[in-house]
């Protein structure tokens, strides 16, 4: 797992930060994932749940997904409301939902792991929150820049990152798409990346409570 690129979201019409998390999602080879952000928005302006409509798209193959917020606890109706939606959209048999939340709230990070057998297939760290300005393409986006990390040994898995890249050949994707490698010979990478993801993950894990509406 050696492939980076970095997502400068520079127009409306494009999201790639949202196709990476929903394809991954959607994908028969993801069987688990987490999924972390300050802010869920969900109110009457906005449903960002609407979109997690996962289950139909895996022909109910199972999938494990942790929800981790939130930043504060004016926004526990929304993130209430994110989960419920989340469950209600997707099938109970096949689709496991855990939700969390940091002691003290004032969480902000913004992290998505999905993995297959364990191990990270795909990871982004970012600016986005699933939010509307960040995860939709409606009025008002935000710029953000998100990091994607996958692993380009899995075809499928690389298939599907490769046709995020190269949507929208009317854009131009040369300055809003950095791709690169992890150099594995630097002294800052001491370790392998999927073990960074790993740790990471567990870093996070490791300080949660489970979210009591």
Sequence with gaps: MKRVAIFL????????FRDVILSALRSDEIDSALLSSGFFQEDASYSVSNLFRISPH?????LALTI?????YSDKKKYTTFINN??????????????????????HAKVFIAKKDGNPAIAIIGSSNITRRAFDTLTNFNYECDVVFWDETNTIINQIINNIISEGDNTDNSSSIIVTNYDDGHPANRQPLTNRLLQLESEILSGLNDFVE
């Design 9 to 16: 979201r520079k127009n409306l019409a494009e999201n790639k």
């Design 86 to 107: 989340i469950k209600a959209y997707n099938c109970s048999l096949c689709f496991q939902l855990t939700s969390k939340v940091m002691s003290g709230m004032r969480w």
């Design 68 to 72: 981790v917020g939130l930043y504060s």
């Design 58 to 62: 895996r022909l109910c193959k199972p």
